[in-house]
């Protein structure tokens, strides 16, 4: 052993110096250069830090930085998470999406443009006027839809939820409801 590496290691060092900090790590554990200053010191961790991904290597395990666009990563050339200003797509980092694609500006990817879906029209309501149904030749049916789907930014724009259309019924009088 070097006179200037110490085996009575802290903070999951196998071996380490006073000014370098971790010169090795304990198994699982992974190596990560961090920088105070001008001075750079190792340090052992469970886990890599944001902006660096892991390796596992037989002799030790890496941290190592990710793309300069990207915020957290899997490996080198797979982001997680990208940096401000830039949109998720398969992994990479874009300023602006692929065509066919939106930039979701909550989750930071982009995502399939949805359009609007509405079922089926419902069958025409009775022809009413002033909500009765007798004692008139022309009143008004009304049939309604459901929104299915709600578009995306870029989707297409929902259609009317309701229709109404003039109707003529076989004039009828209204049934007697006592004198008043």
Same mark, same amino acid.
């Given at each position: 052993?070097h006179?200037?590496?110490?085996?009575g290691c802290?903070g999951g060092?196998?071996?380490?110096?006073?000014?370098?900090?971790?010169?090795? *790590?304990?198994p699982?554990?992974?190596f990560?250069?961090e920088?105070?200053?001008?001075?750079? =010191?190792g340090? %052992?961790?469970s +886990?890599?830090?944001s902006?660096?991904?892991g390796?596992?290597y037989?002799?030790?395990?890496?941290c190592a930085?990710c793309?300069?666009?990207?915020?957290?990563c899997?490996?080198?050339?797979?982001?997680?998470k990208?940096k401000?200003?830039?949109?998720l797509?398969s992994?990479?980092?874009?300023?602006? *999406?692929?065509?066919g694609l939106e930039?979701?500006?909550h989750?930071m990817?982009?995502?399939? =443009?949805v359009? %609007?879906?509405? +079922?089926?029209?419902?069958p025409?309501?009775?022809?009413t006027k002033?909500?009765k149904t007798?004692?008139?030749k022309?009143?008004?049916?009304v049939?309604?839809?459901e929104?299915?789907?709600?578009?995306?930014?870029?989707?297409?724009?929902c259609?009317?939820?309701?229709?109404?259309?003039k109707?003529?019924v076989?004039r009828?009088r209204?049934?007697k409801e006592?004198k008043g």
């Amino acid at each position: 052993v070097h006179p200037n590496v110490s085996q009575g290691c802290q903070g999951g060092c196998a071996t380490c110096s006073d000014y370098n900090g971790c010169l090795s *790590c304990k198994p699982r554990l992974f190596f990560v250069l961090e920088r105070i200053g001008m001075k750079q =010191i190792g340090v %052992c961790l469970s +886990s890599c830090p944001s902006g660096y991904y892991g390796t596992r290597y037989p002799d030790i395990n890496k941290c190592a930085k990710c793309k300069a666009d990207c915020e957290t990563c899997f490996t080198r050339n797979f982001c997680t998470k990208c940096k401000s200003g830039f949109y998720l797509y398969s992994g990479k980092c874009l300023e602006k *999406c692929p065509n066919g694609l939106e930039a979701n500006n909550h989750t930071m990817e982009c995502t399939s =443009i949805v359009h %609007c879906e509405a +079922s089926e029209w419902s069958p025409w309501s009775p022809c009413t006027k002033k909500g009765k149904t007798c004692g008139f030749k022309k009143g008004n049916e009304v049939r309604v839809r459901e929104i299915v789907q709600h578009p995306s930014a870029r989707g297409n724009p929902c259609p009317a939820t309701s229709e109404s259309r003039k109707c003529i019924v076989q004039r009828k009088r209204c049934q007697k409801e006592g004198k008043g």
